[in-house]
T-cell receptor, first 114, second 112 residues
Framework: DSGVTQTPKHLITATGQRVTLRCSPRSGDLSVYWYQQSLDQGLQFLIQYYNGEERAKGNILERFSAQQFPDLHSELNLSSLELGDSALYFC?????????????FGQGTRLTVV | DAKTTQPTSMDCAEGRAANLPCNHSTISGNEYVYWYRQIHSQGPQYIIHGLKNNETNEMASLIITEDRKSSTLILPHATLRDTAVYYCIVRVFSGSARQLTFGSGTQLTVLP
């Protein structure tokens, strides 16, 4: 158990809908990272938050957004969903915002868009 | 961050040592070598990292060549549960807020 909690574990929704994925980082970790892993694809970095502020952004679509709340949990919002958005979405956390060295990953949310 | 090259796949007999190579010929002086693994569809798991000295922890050993252009992750006694994709990542330890960049990794299959 990495200490990072992601909910829900599975999500099935229709095209055009909007969903919210939730991540609770390890206790004491200030930084949260979101990754997407499509079928047979590598892990793609989406976005990072550090202590409530956006710190780095990857190839995140404009339909996607995220935020980190004062209690440090984070949410990833995916809207106008398309079939191609079906993927595993992982959240990771680390103590600092600059290293990401020992980032601890959650077990992911499997999103299926039908 | 320096680019890494890993074999696509490797097999290892259960109970034997698994040696996973990684080439990072363009590594710079302040870049560390990190290893993560991902067991099928689970979240990636941190294994070990190092700068230039060999490192060992309860999971594995990391051997970095003197010129730092390549490294080897060693799982001393591989078990079936070690079957996973292993990622070698090279990046700066601290400073700018940058994410871990995962490549294709090596699919290690431990055979009974």
């Amino acid at each position: 158990d990495s200490g990072v909690t992601q909910t829900p574990k599975h999500l099935i929704t229709a095209t055009g809908q909007r969903v919210t994925l939730r991540c609770s980082p390890r206790s004491g970790d200030l930084s949260v990272y979101w990754y997407q892993q499509s079928l047979d694809q590598g892990l793609q970095f989406l976005i990072q938050y550090y202590n409530g502020e956006e710190r780095a952004k990857g190839n995140i679509l404009e339909r996607f957004s995220a935020q980190q709340f004062p209690d440090l949990h984070s949410e990833l919002n995916l809207s106008s969903l398309e079939l191609g958005d079906s993927a595993l979405y992982f959240c990771a956390s680390s103590v600092g915002g600059g290293s990401g060295t020992e980032a601890f990953f959650g077990q992911g949310t499997r999103l299926t868009v039908v | 961050d320096a680019k890494t090259t890993q074999p696509t796949s490797m097999d290892c007999a259960e109970g034997r040592a698994a040696n996973l190579p990684c080439n990072h010929s363009t590594i710079s002086g302040n870049e560390y070598v990190y290893w993560y693994r991902q067991i099928h569809s689970q979240g990636p798991q941190y294994i070990i990292h190092g700068l230039k000295n060999n490192e060992t922890n309860e999971m594995a050993s990391l051997i970095i060549t003197e010129d730092r252009k390549s490294s080897t992750l060693i799982l001393p006694h591989a078990t079936l549960r070690d079957t996973a994709v292993y990622y070698c990542i090279v990046r700066v330890f601290s400073g700018s807020a940058r994410q871990l960049t995962f490549g294709s990794g090596t699919q290690l299959t431990v055979l009974p």
